[in-house]
């Protein structure tokens, strides 16, 4: 049982978390959801304790009241004396001085079980953060940006329940629930018998219960996820809903899956509804039962008036605590069904890994290489197949071809956010795949179609591209991207607030700060994402004359959409279906009568001469 597996981790010297995030032991079966989580609470064990025992302390100070009541009762009012005066102002006053000792128990015992939930809390949502990090792109492929949101915020929340109840109140609650029956077995054990009888009753309903309910609740979380996934993709697109009039369909589905939610949550409430309801019939009636058997004792003469007072009160803490567990029981449930679905978060792991002692690349010269290159996406046809092309150092190189040709997909295959099916790429000669992670991209600037930019000042996220830059390298930088005019523009200049994506900026301000970020980063290769196909004149030569700054000396490699951006590259290579069928200089491709890329050239001078905006780039080979 759950109860078990915490007693046993008090005793137990597990490993620290950032260890074994998600792994089980080498050998044996693999641990529970519970026992994986109990590893972030390790190092926290000593604050727990603390709290335990403040709030036994504190559980254990109004234990003296009811048997004061009996001293009361038996001893001054019945058969007192006036000259018992002084007795009794001490008997009080002791108990005054016990109820002191008994909020600083209870504000200690707040704070120390606050404080370490929050902990045990943090640390669990900064490892699962870094392992979403760590993950291929391929994981975001699969997954809904708002399901991954929603396991990192309402299940560790849910999570979080857990800590309070299950390692503070259980202790707490068990601890007192012991004390009370030995004390109601001392006082008298007939009316103890009595009262313990409807325990079974508790232990019945909490083993039928708490299956039943915890399946709910995992239900409930995979609803509210999906719920919140649909949430992120409607008000992301929320002017496209708005442009093609869908505010009602929209708001149909919606309803559809809040009207599902809501039966899924009522069914969960009924089953905690039913716990609660019979919780309250059972500490209904063991009170019951004792006052009834109880009244014949003291009618016998077997119990004083005092002594039944007393057991009484006893009898009223001995029951919360037992309820307060039934209720433990639907938060332990609710908590375990977070708990699983965190984990499966953790038992995925990235397909693009770091080989073990990977070398470190400090400054590549720039020479590139795709050497025999096979590649396909999980379950999809061939992108490639043996491709095999080189960029030498400090060359540039223009990639073209329609949709679905591969261009992007080299880019990907370069920066390693997938690996390659087979054959290799190089860097320098050197396999990209004997190299860490964070050496191969840093020697690499990426320049996207959209750039993406994050909510926060124009300094923070150029800063993206070298985070120590003073404000001289952020201004030298953003001059060569002309981008220090608008930005000086600007009421509050690199302190501007751009709004989430950049939306404050337009497309051209957007794309120099992308190119002013990959100036910062200084790296060797540089591949761009076509970054003037959307772009009014105006801002697309300003765009052309940043990237002859940025380009001069570096490895490019282009993804080219408008061919008036790659007319002086020393080499460009058409792609249909994931194969080179072209290459060479622009002006010597244009010669080829029959050639795609002389195809392209005249689509977009027919769209020129016209007037016809769009990129011809994008759409089927002719």
């Not at 720039?366 to 095999?388: K, T």
């Not at 622009?586 to 689509?603: E, N």
Request: proline residues 4%; charged residues 20%.
């Amino acid at each position: 049982m759950a109860f078990n597996k915490i007693a046993a981790f008090f005793a137990s010297d597990s490993q620290d978390p950032s260890v074994v995030l998600a792994n089980g032991p080498a050998n044996g079966p693999p641990p529970s959801s519970l026992q994986r989580f109990l590893r972030f609470v390790h190092p926290y064990r000593g604050l727990l304790a603390l709290a335990v025992g403040c709030g036994i302390l504190r559980y254990l100070v109004p234990l003296a009241l009811p048997w004061t009541v009996k001293i009361l009762v038996d001893d001054f009012l019945l058969d007192g004396h006036l000259s018992q005066v002084l007795s009794l102002h001490r008997l009080m006053a002791g108990l005054c001085g016990l109820y002191a000792i008994y909020a600083l128990a209870s504000y200690w015992r707040s704070y120390l079980g606050g404080l370490t939930g929050h902990r045990i809390i943090l640390d669990l949502r900064q490892a699962l953060y870094l392992h979403v990090q760590r993950m291929s792109l391929s994981f975001f492929d699969r997954q809904r940006i708002g399901a991954v949101v929603s396991r990192m915020t309402t299940d560790i929340a849910s999570a979080q329940n857990f800590v309070g109840a299950a390692f503070v109140n259980t202790a707490m609650d068990l601890s007192c629930v012991a004390i009370i029956i030995v004390l109601l077995v001392l006082v008298h054990p007939k009316l103890a018998m009595v009262s313990l009888s409807v325990l079974p009753g508790y232990a019945w309903m909490n083993y039928h219960l708490q299956k039943r309910i915890r399946e709910k609740s995992r239900a409930i979380h995979h609803q509210l996820q999906e719920l919140s996934a649909d949430l992120h993709e409607q008000l992301a697109g929320i002017s496209t809903i708005q442009a093609f009039n869908q505010e009602e369909a929209e708001a149909k589905q919606f309803r559809q899956q809040t009207e599902t939610y809501f039966q899924t949550v009522m069914s969960n409430v009924k089953l905690q509804s039913i716990a609660l309801g019979v919780t309250g019939f059972l500490t209904a009636l063991g009170p019951i039962l004792v006052l009834w058997v109880g009244t014949l004792e003291v009618w016998s003469g077997r119990l004083t008036v005092g002594t039944l007072m007393a057991f009484y009160s006893y009898l009223g803490m001995l029951y919360q605590p037992i309820q307060r567990l039934t209720e433990l029981n639907l938060i332990l449930a609710n908590s375990l069904a977070a708990m699983d679905r965190i984990f499966e978060v953790f038992d995925t792991f990235p397909e693009v890994l770091e080989i073990p002692r990977a070398q470190s690349l400090s400054r590549a010269h720039g020479a590139v290489a795709f050497e025999d290159v096979s590649f396909h996406y999980d379950g999809r046809e061939p992108v490639f197949d043996h491709l095999r092309l080189t960029l030498p150092a400090g060359t540039t190189i223009a990639l073209v071809g329609p949709s679905g040709s591969g261009k992007s997909t080299t880019v990907k295959l370069l920066l390693r956010y997938y690996d390659v099916t087979a054959g290799q790429i190089t860097i320098d000669g050197r396999d990209i795949r004997e190299l860490d992670l964070k050496s191969l991209r840093s020697q690499i600037a990426l320049v996207e179609q959209e750039p993406i930019l994050f909510s926060g000042t124009i300094e923070e996220n150029l800063r993206y591209g070298k985070a120590d830059a003073t404000h001289e390298q952020l201004r030298q930088a953003s001059r060569a991207a002309f981008a220090d005019t608008f930005i000086e523009q600007l009421p509050e200049g690199y302190q501007t607030q751009i709004g989430e994506r950049g939306l404050r900026l337009s497309g051209g301000q957007k794309q120099r700060l992308a190119l002013a970020r990959a100036f910062l980063k200084d790296a060797p290769i540089i591949v761009l994402d076509e970054p003037t196909s959307a772009l009014d004149a105006e801002s697309e030569e300003l765009i052309k004359k940043a990237l002859n700054r940025l380009l001069d000396g570096r490895t490019a490699l282009i993804i080219a959409h408008r061919l008036s951006t790659i007319e002086h590259v020393e080499r460009v290579v058409v792609l249909a279906n994931g194969t080179i069928v072209e290459q060479g200089r622009h002006a010597d491709l244009l010669k080829h009568k029959d050639g795609l890329y002389r195809r392209y050239a005249q689509q977009q001078l027919t769209a020129r001469l016209f007037g016809i905006p769009g990129n011809s780039l994008n759409a089927s080979a002719p």
